[in-house]
C-alpha cells in the first residue's frame, strides 16, 4: 500500500531484477518503472546498483547504465572482479549489497516508504534496520518463478510483497525478438 503523500526512494538491485524479470519472460521499461513510482508517492531518489566488466572495450550493460543515468536514475557502480573457478570457467563476481545497504541507511530519516527491488535474503537485517527507523519498506521480487526468486524470510520481514509479475503489465516491455544479447546477459554478474 502506498499514500500519495509520503516521501518514497527505490533500490533497484539491478542483476537480481534483471533475473526475476527474466525468469517471468520479461523485460523491465525503467521509464514506466520509475513513472510509475513518481504516481504512487514523492519519489525523492531511485537507485541502481550493479557492477561493470571495466577491461572490456565495450560493455554491452553500458547503454543501460548511461540511460539510467540520463533519465533521474543514481548510479551505484563497481568493477567486477573477474576470476577462474576451480573447472578452469571464467567467471565474473559484482557483489553491490553493501553499496545499497549504506545507501538506503543514509535515506532512512528523509523518507517514509524504501521500495526494495530484490529476492535477496541477505536484505533481511538491512529491511528489519531501516523498519526500526520508522520506514515502511516493500520488496518488489517474485516467487511465481521456479525457484522463486526471493527468500522467504525477506518476504515475510517487508510490510508489503510486490509480485514482479503483477506489474508485468505495467513497467514491462516483451523480451526482444531473437534474444539479441543484452548488457544484463552479457555480464552475467554473480551476486
Known amino acids: 500500500m502506498f499514500y500519495r503523500d509520503e516521501r518514497l526512494a527505490l533500490f533497484i538491485d539491478g542483476s537480481n531484477l534483471y533475473a526475476a524479470a527474466r525468469a517471468l519472460g520479461f523485460d523491465i521499461d525503467y521509464k514506466l518503472l520509475r513513472n510509475e513510482f513518481m504516481r504512487r508517492g514523492k519519489l525523492l531518489r531511485a537507485f541502481y546498483y550493479t557492477a561493470?566488466?571495466?577491461?572490456e572495450e565495450y560493455s554491452p550493460i553500458r547503454p543501460l547504465i548511461d540511460w539510467l543515468d540520463y533519465n533521474g536514475f543514481t548510479m551505484v557502480t563497481k568493477p567486477a572482479k573477474e576470476f577462474t573457478d576451480s573447472m578452469g570457467r571464467r567467471k565474473v563476481k559484482g557483489n553491490?549489497?553493501?553499496?545499497?545497504?549504506?545507501?538506503?541507511?543514509?535515506?532512512?530519516?528523509?523518507i517514509d516508504h524504501m521500495v526494495l527491488?530484490?529476492?535477496?535474503?541477505?536484505?533481511?537485517?538491512?529491511?528489519?534496520?531501516?523498519?526500526?527507523?520508522?520506514?515502511?519498506?516493500?520488496?518488489?521480487?517474485t516467487i511465481r518463478s521456479s525457484p522463486p526468486m526471493i527468500a522467504d524470510d525477506l518476504r515475510r520481514q517487508a510490510d508489503n510483497f510486490i509480485e514482479l509479475e503483477e506489474l508485468k503489465e505495467i513497467i514491462g516491455r516483451p523480451p526482444r525478438p531473437n534474444h539479441v544479447q543484452t548488457g544484463q546477459d552479457a555480464a552475467e554478474i554473480d551476486t
Do not use: C, T, Y
Open 117 to 141: 527491488f530484490s529476492g535477496d535474503g541477505d536484505f533481511k537485517p538491512l529491511v528489519a534496520g531501516i523498519q526500526r527507523q520508522g520506514v515502511r519498506v516493500s520488496v518488489v521480487s
Open 52 to 55: 561493470l566488466i571495466e577491461n
Open 96 to 110: 553491490m549489497d553493501i553499496e545499497l545497504a549504506v545507501d538506503a541507511f543514509e535515506m532512512a530519516p528523509h
